[in-house]
């Protein structure tokens, strides 16, 4: 029997696979500000602050993925989702999101690197409260980085 997942493990995976997308449409985003507004540079530079963070987030994301023993090695999306296969301390698990979930999520996650407060969104009984939505370099521990 496989070993159970933590949710630690589950929210890394889950922003692995979010935070690409995220950047995608913030660099769509920027392209249409240029493109289309009368003063685009103000929007253009919150986007660009927006990517730095992001990137900033994919990168201690991946190093954590590598301190914890998880390689994704697929990614499909369907219709319906987007599904990932990945590899954990030696244990192959499967993770989804529907498409409804991913938007939601990436809209709340794109908010919050726009400096927006989200917390309007958060449920106060959610047992997660307000560590539901934080970043991975906000998580990160100095005694979590590779030597």
């Given amino acids: 029997m496989a070993p159970t997942r933590t949710d630690e493990d589950s929210s890394y995976v889950?922003?692995?696979?979010?935070?690409?997308?995220?950047?995608?449409?913030f660099e769509r985003d920027k392209?249409?500000?240029?493109?289309?507004?009368?003063?685009?540079m103000p929007y253009v530079v919150l986007i660009e602050s927006a990517i730095k963070r992001v990137e900033a987030d994919?990168?201690?994301?991946?190093r954590k993925l590598r301190i914890l023993g998880i390689k994704v090695y697929e990614e499909t999306?369907?219709?319906?989702?987007?599904?990932?296969?990945?590899l954990c301390r030696?244990?192959?698990h499967e993770f989804s999101m529907l498409w409804s979930f991913v938007k939601?999520?990436?809209?709340?996650?794109?908010?919050?690197?726009?400096?927006?407060?989200i917390y309007m969104y958060i449920d106060p009984n959610n047992p997660y409260g307000k560590d539901q939505y934080n970043l991975p370099t906000e998580i990160a521990k100095p005694t979590d980085h590779i030597g």
């Avoid at 889950?14 to 449409?25: E, G, R, S």
């Fill in 14 to 25: 889950k922003m692995y696979i979010l935070l690409p997308m995220i950047l995608t449409a």
């Fill in 31 to 40: 392209l249409v500000a240029k493109k289309s507004f009368k003063t685009p």
């Fill in 77 to 86: 999306r369907t219709e319906i989702s987007i599904d990932a296969r990945y």
């Fill in 104 to 117: 939601a999520e990436s809209s709340v996650l794109m908010e919050r690197y726009l400096g927006i407060d």
């Fill in 90 to 92: 030696g244990y192959h």
């Fill in 58 to 62: 994919l990168k201690e994301t991946r």
